[in-house]
T-cell receptor, first 115, second 113 residues
Framework: EAGVAQSPRYKIIEKRQSVAFWCNPI?????LYWYQQILGQGPKLLIQFQNNGVVDDSQLPKDRFSAERLKGVDSTLKIQPAKLEDSAVYLC?????????????FGDGTRLSIL | AQTVTQSQPEMSVQEAETVTLSCTYDTSESDYYLFWYKQPPSRQMILVIRQEAYKQQNATENRFSVNFQKAAKSFSLKISDSQLGDAAMYFC??????????FGKGTRLHILP
């Protein structure tokens, strides 16, 4: 089966600009996650979707970050305006089931650098 | 709130030797899942092994095995016959009944030829 697809792989922008990331999960996976991974740390969950509904966005900085998953398939994560501290790798993951031993499958991530 | 602690930021092991990576977690729940993920420089997180909390038997996947001590809230990963391709960041992760998944800060494993 095809894995989780993410694009772009790298993005460099200046602070206060906007940026968007795209994720296409594995076919049939109902749950989709966006993580922020700052260098040297573990992934931190930003938002979790179950189909096209938001399950958890408690750690999403809503004043600048937004995400959507229209039609319950692919998803976009946007940052507007970007700050220096947003420099990180943004990982998308999907899972077949909600709360199970089925693991999350991760994409390759997008490395965001803010100048 | 649940937390996951990996107390070893970096470890090194000689090729073909055995190494154990530590992970402890804090929770008041009795039903949960635990995972070890590997993240090579290519960045993609790859599942190494998983453990259901209700199972007493330790999970094993080829050269990888865990020592799951539920009472002690410990979940260590043992890698036998270490290979150069095992070099990566290893993350311990906890998944709770609300499907919230919490990662530790990771352990960077170096394999010495």
């Amino acid at each position: 089966e095809a894995g989780v697809a993410q694009s772009p792989r790298y993005k460099i922008i200046e602070k206060r600009q906007s940026v968007a990331f795209w994720c296409n999960p594995i076919s049939g996976h109902a749950t989709l996650y966006w993580y922020q991974q700052i260098l040297g740390q573990g992934p931190k969950l930003l938002i979790q979707f179950q189909n096209n509904g938001v399950v958890d966005d408690s750690q999403l900085p809503k004043d600048r970050f937004s995400a959507e998953r229209l039609k319950g398939v692919d998803s976009t994560l946007k940052i507007q305006p970007a700050k220096l501290e947003d420099s990180a790798v943004y990982l998308c993951a999907s899972s077949r089931d909600y709360y199970s031993n089925q693991p999350q499958h991760f994409g390759d991530g997008t490395r965001l650098s803010i100048l | 709130a649940q937390t996951v602690t990996q107390s070893q930021p970096e470890m090194s092991v000689q090729e073909a030797e055995t190494v154990t990576l530590s992970c402890t977690y804090d929770t008041s729940e009795s039903d949960y899942y635990l995972f070890w993920y590997k993240q090579p420089p290519s960045r993609q997180m790859i599942l190494v092994i998983r453990q259901e909390a209700y199972k007493q038997q330790n999970a094993t996947e080829n050269r990888f095995s865990v020592n799951f001590q539920k009472a002690a809230k410990s979940f260590s990963l043992k890698i036998s016959d270490s290979q150069l391709g095992d070099a990566a960041m290893y993350f311990c992760a906890y998944r709770n009944r609300d499907d919230k998944i919490i990662f530790g800060k990771g352990t960077r494993l170096h394999i010495l030829p």
